[in-house]
């Protein structure tokens, strides 16, 4: 049975942690205060722990007071959820120290965040029954003028009801520079099914993440995945999605979860669009994802509204999922059952 956050609503605080990166650069700084910002003038207030404004070696701080960071917001009821502040590379290195009888006891609040903060959504999710949310990092919120994507991730948060999310018509295939700027909707969006042009439905369980950072668990006491799926016989709805994956290492990844039995009772897979290139000499993005799902029998739609390609879907793990794909569109209803 999966736990379920409490809706957020205007007044409550909104608290702020670094499990990954941390925020020191000039231009950063003046970012992420000017999404707190946006928030208070929306009505939320902000708690902010102390190592979201330090990094060094790509983390906020060791793995231990990051996870002490996270539990005091855990702990704290003044909080009604907990925003990782942005990605990174090393999260995983908190997931030791993680005190698994206050997160199996206390009342579950929505975790939000996406790229390497993806891991900790994922192991919340999968080790502890309870619904996470991958969808922006709280920086995101920092331009000038809050993109649609960003107040619909709000709406998914505070509605009690299902959700439905319907693709966006433009994505960003390059950020602009300026540090408030909004997203640079330049390019038409268009999902695709990588076997035919066929409208499909698949429903399923929703589980996923960033694959770069769900890799660092595989084999490891942290890696609860295949107990997690195994929980629901209406099958799995997968989405995965990469930072920076070349062909070659989609394709490792991707096999190292296979082999690991992820995708034993998967109904079909969402993958994100990526920033990576597509080609190493002959071997392709597509090669590898043939390579990968083709003996699986199940729809993959690739190009979805997902990953590090702006704006991108608020997708709740844990939650039953409905997507349809049709003409190079698509649609996912999330259900908290």
Not at 292 to 298: A, E, G, H, K, T
């Amino acid at each position: 049975m999966i736990k379920y956050p409490s809706p957020i609503k205007e007044g409550d605080t909104l608290g702020v942690t670094a499990t990954s990166s941390g925020v020191t650069l000039k231009k950063d700084i003046k970012k992420l205060n000017k999404a707190y910002e946006n928030l208070e003038n929306l009505g939320f207030k902000i708690k902010e722990t102390k190592n979201v404004r330090s990094n060094k070696q790509f983390v906020s701080s060791n793995g231990k007071i990051r996870a002490q960071e996270f539990l005091k917001l855990w702990q704290d009821d003044s909080v009604a959820l907990i925003a990782q502040a942005r990605g990174g590379e090393f999260l995983m290195e908190m997931l030791p120290y993680l005190d698994k009888n206050i997160l199996k006891n206390s009342k579950p609040k929505w975790i939000t965040g996406y790229s390497d903060s993806s891991l900790l959504n994922f192991y919340l999710t999968t080790n502890f029954n309870i619904a996470t949310m991958t969808s922006v990092n709280i920086f995101k919120f920092g331009m000038k003028k809050l993109d649609e994507s960003l107040l619909r991730h709000l709406e998914v948060l505070e509605t009690k009801s299902d959700i439905v999310q319907e693709n966006f018509k433009l994505y960003e295939e390059e950020r602009l520079k300026r540090f408030d700027s909004s997203f640079n909707l330049t390019k038409k969006v268009s999902y695709k099914n990588l076997y035919n042009d066929k409208e499909v439905t698949i429903e399923g369980r929703i589980i996923g993440g960033c694959i770069e950072a769900l890799a660092t668990i595989i084999g490891t006491e942290y890696d609860n995945t295949t107990k997690f799926i195994n929980q629901f016989s209406e099958g799995m709805l997968w989405y995965l999605e990469d930072f920076m994956a070349n062909p070659l290492d989609l394709y490792r990844i991707l096999w190292q979860m296979k082999k690991s039995g992820w995708f034993q009772n998967a109904n079909g897979f969402l993958i994100g669009r990526t920033r990576a290139i597509k080609r190493i000499e002959d071997f392709t993005y597509l090669d590898s994802l043939h390579k990968i799902f083709d003996d699986l029998n199940v729809p993959v739609i690739y190009d979805v509204d997902i990953g590090h390609l702006m704006p991108i879907f608020s997708i709740i793990n844990g939650s039953f999922g409905t997507f349809i794909y049709k003409n190079h569109k698509g649609t996912l209803k999330m259900e908290k059952k």
